[in-house]
């Protein structure tokens, strides 16, 4: 089971006309050996005075004001270049966090009601109570950001430490939880790797697994129907943890992928918005340079690229 070459360079030439520059700059960074500058400075163009980032960079609501949600999105490309701490937009989005983080809650606001007042997603309209649903969700990584990139001992490293205190009683005592949490929760793991003790690790980590195994749809012949939390959402090379109890289902997880692949080289994605017709046919094209970027790093890790 491989990517051929014709199918690579289908993908290729798509996401080089139709994608946004940012993850046409991302593609030519992970697979055609560019440097991270393109990225970084398209990256910029959603970046306000703030230092948060915000004007759609999640394809799934279009607040040009700065979110913590955005500026997750975009800390998660400055963690896949591995952008330097003393870049210009790891520093402002650093002061961003700190600026932003709510005592009252122990975290950041994942919706706001800014998002309201531009085209969305139904999933990211702000009403009382919302943020019930979302939990550490983006705060255990935006934690892990400041962890990674601040100085030990600085404002921002203890503000990080104590999220992520906060955001860890929060894993220990859940029974289930949300993939995309979940996932959030494991990035912040990468990070507490390099900076945390072992003892510790070992507990977060079984913690986390288990929860995966329980979240995962294990269901192959649903998979093509709808939005499911697949093997590949979490398990993203074979030196995860779980990739060897769950290898049949990773294996049927890239052969899905291969499959589903279009003749033009895409994949489509599986939700819809259900409102803001015209603005989500902008979305579905985003997020289609967004998916192939995703995959493709999914399909190299696990040798299925020629």
């Known amino acids: 089971m491989k990517i051929s070459k014709e199918s690579f360079d289908k993908s290729s030439a798509w996401i080089k006309r139709n994608a946004r520059p940012l993850e046409a700059a991302r593609w030519s960074y992970l697979f055609e050996g560019a440097t991270k500058d393109k990225v970084i400075h398209y990256l910029s163009a959603f970046q306000n005075k703030d230092g948060g980032f915000g004007h759609g960079i999640e394809p799934d609501f279009w607040t040009p004001d700065s979110s913590p949600m955005a500026t997750w999105t975009a800390g998660q490309i400055l963690m896949e ?61 935006l934690a892990g950001f400041l962890i990674h990139w601040s100085p030990d001992n600085s404002e921002a490293s203890q503000l990080g430490w104590t999220v992520m205190e906060k955001a ?49 749809d294990k269901n192959v012949s649903d998979w093509a129907s709808g939005y499911k939390p697949l093997p590949l959402d979490f398990i993203d090379s074979p030196d995860h943890p779980l990739y060897e109890n769950m290898s049949d289902l990773v294996e ?55």
């Open 81 to 141: 270049i591995e952008a330097s701490a003393n870049e210009k937009n790891v520093q402002s989005m650093l002061t961003y966090l700190v600026d932003t983080y709510n005592e009252n809650t122990g975290m950041w606001t994942s919706v706001l009601p800014e998002n309201n007042q531009h085209p969305h997603a139904p999933w990211w309209h702000w009403k009382e109570g919302v943020q019930d649903n979302w939990m550490f969700n983006p705060s255990a990584e």
């Open 168 to 216: 860890i009683d929060h894993l220990m005592n859940s029974d289930e939880m949300d993939s995309h949490e979940i996932n959030n929760y494991q990035r912040l793991f990468q990070v507490l790797k390099m900076h945390a003790d072992e003892p510790l690790l070992n507990d977060i980590s079984d913690k986390i697994n288990t929860l995966i195994e329980q979240t995962v």
């Open 252 to 306: 049927q997880n890239l052969s899905f992928y291969v499959d589903q692949l279009s003749e033009q080289g895409t994949w489509d994605i599986s939700w819809e918005w259900g409102s803001y017709p015209e603005e989500f046919a902008v979305a579905r094209r985003y997020w289609t340079g967004v998916l192939l970027v995703v995959r493709y790093k999914i399909l190299k890790a696990f040798g299925i690229m020629k």
